[in-house]
C-alpha cells in the first residue's frame, strides 16, 4: 500500500507563495494521476489540481493562474506551487490519485493565509 506524506505548509500572508510536497512510497504512486485536495473546516474535501502519467494538468477555477502542480516520477513526488495566495485558500492539503482515491489519506499539510 502505498503512503503518502504531504509537507511544506505553514502561515503566510496573502500574496505570498509555498510549495507544498507529496511524497509517496512504493512504486505505483507513478502509474496514477495525481490530485491535490484542500479541506476548510465545515467544508467538503475539494480536488484543486490534478496531474495525469504524461504531465497533463488541470486546476479548479478557484487556483488557475496561482497553483502550478507538477511531478517527479523519478523520485515518487508531486509538487504544488501555490502563488498569490488569498484568505480563502486557508485550509488542509492532501494529495491522492485521481480519479477516485486509491490510497490511504496521509496527514495532509496545513496552509494558513493571513490577510
Known amino acids: 500500500q502505498v503512503q503518502l506524506v504531504e509537507s511544506g505548509g505553514g502561515l503566510v500572508q496573502a500574496g505570498g507563495s509555498l510549495r507544498l510536497s507529496c511524497a509517496g512510497s512504493?512504486?505505483?504512486?507513478?502509474?496514477?494521476?495525481i490530485g491535490w485536495y484542500r479541506q476548510a473546516p465545515g467544508n467538503q474535501r475539494e480536488l484543486v489540481a490534478r496531474i495525469s502519467t504524461s504531465d497533463t494538468t488541470n486546476y479548479a477555477d478557484s487556483v488557475k493562474g496561482r497553483f502550478t502542480i507538477s511531478r517527479d516520477n523519478a523520485k515518487n513526488t508531486a509538487v504544488l506551487q501555490m502563488n498569490s495566495l488569498k484568505p480563502e485558500d486557508a485550509a488542509g492539503y492532501y494529495c491522492?490519485?485521481?480519479?477516485?482515491?486509491?490510497?490511504?489519506w496521509g496527514q495532509g499539510t496545513q496552509v494558513t493565509v493571513s490577510s
Open positions: 491522492n490519485t485521481w480519479p477516485g482515491v486509491r490510497f490511504t
Open positions: 512504493g512504486s505505483t504512486f507513478r502509474f496514477n494521476a
